[in-house]
């Protein structure tokens, strides 16, 4: 919870009878009732343990992302993360520093990978942020399910591919950015989608 204010203390007044009185104006500017729990933490896939998306230890702070964490690729990595059961995070974000291309995919066809759509690199309400200057791109080869209305965006110069199921969940998601972005995967539930910069197959 984050809480500001502005106090000052003067004295305001003389009465008649020579008695001051001293006045305690408190004002308060703003507060936030914001739990803690909704500031995200970008956790950076590493895969040095295994290409289990689920295992801490493959995850820099360690801990798998949870509903209000962005999966980040922003660094060099060992294995490519594999869903072995359903998943959710906050957001996508593949940026610079990154290595070699992330591709997620998964065991199975079950498993889906929700996105809440969260705030990342300081804006919020965003699924998926690809903007590295590097020539890496970022493959959603898994099942994806929409937690929230949300924005993906493809500000690079590489294509953000989407091949696995896009279950729309019925939220509005609103694909935009000057890079190209391609589904592969069909799009369900009740679609309501502004399309910029999309190309569907």
Request: aromatic share 6%; proline share 2%.
């Amino acid at each position: 919870m984050k809480f500001c204010s502005t106090i000052s203390s003067h004295v305001s007044r003389r009465w008649p009878s020579g008695v001051f009185v001293t006045t305690i104006q408190i004002m308060a500017v703003a507060m936030l009732l914001t739990s803690q729990s909704a500031f995200a933490t970008d956790r950076s896939w590493t895969g040095a343990s295994s290409t289990v998306w689920a295992t801490s230890s493959n995850w820099n702070p360690s801990g798998v992302p949870t509903s209000t964490d962005n999966a980040r690729f922003s660094a060099a990595f060992t294995n490519q993360p594999r869903l072995t059961a359903s998943a959710i995070v906050g957001g996508l974000w593949i940026k610079t520093g990154v290595t070699k291309s992330a591709v997620i995919s998964a065991g199975s066809t079950s498993y889906v990978l929700t996105l809440n759509g969260n705030t990342i690199n300081g804006v919020a309400g965003r699924g998926i942020l690809v903007d590295n200057t590097s020539s890496y791109s970022l493959t959603v080869g898994c099942s994806t399910k929409l937690g929230n209305t949300q924005d993906w965006n493809n500000n690079s110069a590489n294509l953000l591919t989407v091949n696995g199921a896009v279950n729309l969940n019925a939220e509005t998601l609103t694909v935009r950015g000057n890079g190209n972005t391609l589904v592969n995967g069909v799009l369900s539930s009740t679609p309501e989608m502004a399309i910029l910069g999309l190309t569907e197959c």
